[in-house]
């Protein structure tokens, strides 16, 4: 909860897609955050957004419940490897715009030399650019935490638009999705796995429900659209990305709401017409995206959906190695 690979049949190839000196002390010192675990996860409903960036600083200008903030982040680019020796990078971010962390408003004498971004796509762009060295920072607003299953939200924390930062050189994170069948060909299915720079995405510790519990571990955020829960692009689940090889696997399968959820009968298989994957790059990489087809349902007469499903099966094998977690057939 992906290896780039051409699958067969009739769908063809699946891809990849921050101390203040005496009285404003106290106050201001409060409003820098050193670290974080989620460390791109900026601020939400958010509007009004601006970036601004210069050698050494990003500034992230914004609106929020009526007021205007200057946020000043620094100190962190791409990701480390999973390692349980070391916390993961992370950024030093000031919501006082420099005041709690040097004591004076960075923000405001600050000069912007941001660059056009001539960077990759990114999903859900608010804002991006090249900084004076090459590198590149984006911000990124998505509703991540949409409940699953279909079930439209009924809290604010469900609704929020998270913006994201992320500063990064060089290539992006994977995220590889291929869809097939399982049990027969009665469910729907899609399974893959989560890389950076040819490496596994992964954490080592976990929720029995899969929330990471360390700055390594990566869900990935699956949507369906046109499916049983109605029209439209709608929060299937997340899950995690297994431990050592950043795969994992999930079957469409017809589920009861889960606790804290309200009451009302379970839910329908909700696989559709096409899926979409997102999740937050490590470290402080972009919020990378997958998108595809969705599958008719399986004819085990149409030579098509057996040799897909084959290839299926021999990728899966490649992917899953010995995970135990993800032997459906």
């Not at 009526?66 to 490897?81: I, P, Q």
């Not at 796995?193 to 929720?207: D, E, I, L, M, Q």
Request: glycine letters at 10%; aromatic letters at 12%; a positive charge.
């Amino acid at each position: 909860m992906l290896d780039r690979e051409h699958v067969l049949g009739f769908l063809g190839k699946v891809c990849r897609r921050a101390a203040v000196l005496g009285a404003l002390g106290i106050f201001a010192s409060a409003l820098f955050v050193p670290t974080a675990a989620a460390s791109e996860i900026l601020t939400r409903n958010a509007g009004n957004i601006r970036l601004a960036v210069n050698e050494k600083f990003a500034v992230v200008h914004y609106t929020k419940a009526g007021k205007n903030h200057h946020t000043l982040v620094w100190g962190a680019v791409n990701a480390r490897h999973p390692t349980q020796s070391i916390k993961q990078v992370a950024f030093k971010k000031d919501y006082s715009g420099g005041w709690g962390a040097f004591g004076r408003p960075v923000w405001k004498t600050m000069k912007n030399r941001c660059r056009p971004y001539d960077g990759p796509r990114l999903p859900a762009l608010v804002a991006a650019c090249k900084a004076p060295d090459g590198s590149y920072w984006a911000l990124q607003s998505w509703r991540r935490m949409l409940p699953n299953l279909g079930l439209k939200p009924w809290k604010a924390s469900q609704r929020a638009r998270e913006l994201h930062i992320s500063h990064w050189t060089g290539a992006l994170p994977e995220l590889d999705i291929y869809v097939d069948w399982v049990y027969s060909g009665r469910y729907h299915h899609l399974f893959g796995k989560y890389t950076y720079k040819g490496v596994p995405v992964h954490g080592f510790s976990a929720t029995s429900w899969g929330v990471p519990l360390d700055s390594y571990g990566r869900n990935v955020y699956v949507d369906t659209y046109n499916s049983a829960y109605g029209r439209g692009w709608k929060r299937e689940n997340s899950f995690l990305a297994h431990r050592p090889r950043g795969n994992f696997c999930y079957g469409f399968y017809a589920r009861e709401r889960y606790a804290g959820y309200p009451t009302g009968p379970r839910r329908p298989e909700g696989n559709g017409q096409a899926y979409r994957g997102r999740a937050m790059g490590p470290g402080v990489t972009p919020v990378v995206a997958w998108s595809g087809r969705g599958l008719p349902d399986y004819n085990p007469d149409n030579p098509d959906h057996v040799s897909h499903e084959l290839a299926m099966r021999a990728l899966e094998d490649q992917i899953h190695g010995s995970d135990d977690h993800c032997t459906a057939r």
